[in-house]
């Protein structure tokens, strides 16, 4: 079964650093989003992203954050200068069209910002 | 405003015995209603969905029930089994833009032999 996949996994980066997470949604996917979970907090929506730009985004994601679309398989979150509130869980996710098809996530990649 | 919220926050049970989870919403313009399950370190993985035209949507041992009238959602699954022990969200969209789900707090499912 097709699915996401993120990279890294675990990334533990010092307050101020800039990180980059990577993710390959799945290959006839159109639409991609990212979300955050806060360790024992619900799931939340950060940015989705179609045809080579944002269609709609949370007031979570502000200036420090942006998403790229290099080549044609990689979906990438850049935080410009993390914060300690940034760290979480974050979830890369694709579906193939935004009218009810189903959104499948990632495995998530695990924040630490220290 | 817009809320997704569940009813209880931890759930035990049986092996073999049905489970249900309960979601309240309040956004009366949400049309598409999905079910995640997450297992301890791992993504949302969808399990059933239902849109807001039908009340009810069966699957392989789960059923999702939809009422509109009071804003409720609610997740069945037959005959528990311990690979079902994670934490169930519902997650709700609103009309017209599939794009931003709203999830829910979340109901731990623990199964007991």
């Known amino acids: 079964e097709p699915e996401v996949t993120q990279t890294p996994s675990h990334q533990v980066t010092q307050m101020g650093q800039e990180v980059i997470l990577r993710c390959v949604p799945i290959?006839?996917?159109?639409?991609f989003y990212w979300y955050r979970q806060i360790l024992g907090q619900k799931v939340e929506f950060l940015v989705s992203?179609?045809?080579?730009?944002?269609?709609?985004k949370s007031e979570i994601f502000d200036d420090q954050f942006s998403v790229e679309r290099p080549d044609g398989s990689n979906f990438t979150l850049k935080i410009r200068s993390t914060k300690l509130e940034d760290s979480a869980m974050y979830f890369c996710?694709?579906?193939?069209?935004?009218?009810?098809?189903?959104?499948?996530f990632g495995e998530g990649s695990w924040l630490t910002v220290v | 405003g817009e809320s997704v919220g569940l009813h209880l926050p931890t759930l035990s049970v049986q092996e073999g015995d049905n489970s249900i989870i309960n979601c309240a919403y309040s956004?009366?313009?949400?049309?598409?209603f999905i079910w995640y399950k997450q297992e301890s370190g791992k993504g949302p993985q969808f399990i059933i969905d239902i849109r807001s035209n039908m009340d009810k949507r069966q699957g392989q041992r789960v059923t999702v029930l939809l009422n509109k009238t009071v804003k409720h959602l609610s997740l069945q699954i037959a005959a528990t089994q311990p690979g079902d022990s994670a934490v169930y969200f519902c997650a709700e969209a609103p009309s017209g833009g599939y794009n931003k789900l709203i999830f829910g707090a979340g109901t731990r499912l623990a199964v007991h032999p």
């Open positions: 996710a694709s579906s193939d069209r935004v009218s009810g098809n189903t959104i499948y």
């Open positions: 992203f179609y045809n080579n730009e944002i269609s709609e």
């Open positions: 956004n009366s313009a949400s049309d598409y």
């Open positions: 290959s006839n996917h159109l639409y």
